[in-house]
């Protein structure tokens, strides 16, 4: 069907304000009558954006609307389009089936191409070579009936989650939202480098593992951070019992062995009592610090705000052995209170007044990937007669 003369003109002026204000660049395509669809001419895209007359008027129509939040939604007077990652991307992405509508005439759809979300990219500066502006995003759309129908931030959240919700029953597929914030430009030499630094032999398999390669992929800082504590979790254990073990091995080969008096015996109910001590949860991970992975080097990766909280701001080699002593106490503490912060937020939890700040949960991370890597080959490198189940 043939487009109008206001449509026409329409197309015009949507991409002369696009031009002025948003950076993009002029359309190649001749506009007429016969218009069936153009070539959005985003910067950086290997393959040009492909966008039908009809859906590209109902952007323009409301493109003096657009405003940008942040670097993961647009909005116009009735659509929003906020970058999501999704854990599968396979045919019912691209064909465009994942579509439903509200008794209240409200639409949501998973769109491949986002073209509000690349227009905001185009005018941030947040695209490259390897990161163009509209083709390397995925978004949820939200379309009202009319300007007037537009939830609350807070409530078109709400319908989005139960959104994924459904989608996640149906189709076993894990949603998360993200940012259209360009990475770190890339450097071919570089990455070259860290690939032949790569060690030629890999690790053997352990469980943990797994909880390695989930903690890295695209998920809630809070999660991760579960996830990462969760490899403390499953490492302390084998630390304590060593540790346990050795003691005893110890006061068996005493010399007092020999003679089985009374003050001998008690201390085998005092090495007991240290061992269940040991293994109480908070305990747990105190076990690992500074004993599983080298705590020295990686400190200066926890956030300012627990250094500051165990009055060490650098830690050092040759740190006294008490200050060593209270950094692995503080930190334990700090780790043990975030983790039952994060699980028990909607519950009756008690604030302890350590947990790291959701500020610095990000960071956090950053030293927690470094700590389990380490433990993780800490474990590989024991003699299998430590590697106690």
């Known amino acids: 069907m043939p487009i109008s003369k206001e449509e026409i003109e329409l197309i015009k002026k949507g991409f002369q304000i696009l031009e002025t204000d948003y950076g993009i660049e002029p359309l190649e395509d001749e506009i007429d009558e016969d218009l069936e669809y153009v070539y959005f001419p985003f910067p950086r895209e290997e393959a040009e954006i492909e966008v039908e007359t009809d859906n590209l008027l109902v952007y323009l129509n ?76 995925v978004a949820v759309e939200v379309m009202y009936p009319n300007k007037e129908s537009r939830l609350s931030d807070e409530d078109e959240e709400k319908l989005i989650k139960s959104y994924f919700f459904e989608l996640s029953h149906t189709y076993k ?64 254990p084998f630390y304590s019992k060593i540790d ?34 040991s293994i109480r949860d908070k305990e747990l991970v105190k076990s690992l610090i500074d004993n599983t992975f080298d705590l020295v080097d990686i400190y200066d990766d926890l956030p300012l705000s627990i250094r500051n909280g165990a009055n060490v701001e650098k830690l050092e080699y040759k740190s006294k052995k008490d200050i060593k002593d209270r950094v692995i106490n503080h930190l334990g503490n700090v780790l043990y209170s975030t983790r039952n912060g994060i699980v028990h937020a909607k519950s009756n939890f008690e604030s302890t007044g350590i947990e790291c700040p959701e500020e610095d949960l990000e960071q956090l991370n950053i030293f927690m990937h470094k700590a389990c890597y380490s433990t993780i080959k800490w474990y590989n490198r024991l003699p299998k007669h430590l590697k106690i189940t």
């Open 62 to 137: 409301e493109i003096e609307s657009l405003k940008i939040h942040d670097y993961n939604k647009v909005t116009t007077d009735t659509i929003t389009q906020r970058v999501i990652t999704a854990s599968e991307l396979g045919p019912i992405f691209y064909l465009g089936f994942l579509q439903s509508t509200t008794k209240d005439g409200i639409s949501l759809q998973i769109v491949t191409e986002p073209i509000l979300i690349g227009i905001a990219a185009t005018k941030k500066d947040e695209y490259s070579k390897y990161h163009p502006p509209c083709s390397s995003h």
């Open 173 to 236: 597929i894990g949603f998360n939202f993200s940012t259209f914030h360009h990475p770190d430009e890339f450097d071919e030499e570089e990455f070259q480098q860290e690939i032949s630094n790569l060690p030629d032999a890999t690790e053997d398999y352990n469980p943990a593992m797994d909880l390695f390669i989930q903690a890295n992929q695209a998920i809630s800082d809070d999660l991760k951070y579960l996830t990462y504590y969760k490899i403390f979790e499953y490492f302390a």
């Open 244 to 277: 346990a073990f050795e003691a005893m091995r110890k006061k068996l080969d005493s010399s007092n062995a020999t003679s089985l008096n009374a003050e001998f015996i008690a201390s085998i109910f005092d090495l007991t009592k240290n061992y269940e001590k």
